[in-house]
């Protein structure tokens, strides 16, 4: 992975999780996190290009690490593919 992130950006999570976030939320309580008391506030997210994925190889391989930052402490983040078929889970996988 790459030290510097590829983006910084504020985000709000939304006060009502529609599907896409109840979805994205059951990840984040499966790593033992969940942005249910953080609805309606403002996070940072940061981006970062993972580049030694396992069985990801070339220039063509876009794996990314994302996390949500609240008062200096991670409520969330994923990695995730944007590849056909891609995949997105949480911090760890297996």
Known sequence: MKSDP?????????????????????IQKKQNLDLTPFRGKKARRYTY??????GQTGQNADIKATL???????IGGDVSSSELNGFMHGFTYG
Do not use: G, R
């Not at 290009?49 to 396992?54: A, E, G, Q, R, S």
């Open 6 to 26: 590829a983006e910084v950006v504020e985000v709000v999570i939304p006060s009502e999780f529609d599907e896409v976030y109840t979805s994205y939320n059951e």
């Open 49 to 54: 290009h993972i580049t030694n994925y396992p």
């Open 68 to 74: 949500l930052v609240y008062d200096d402490k991670i």
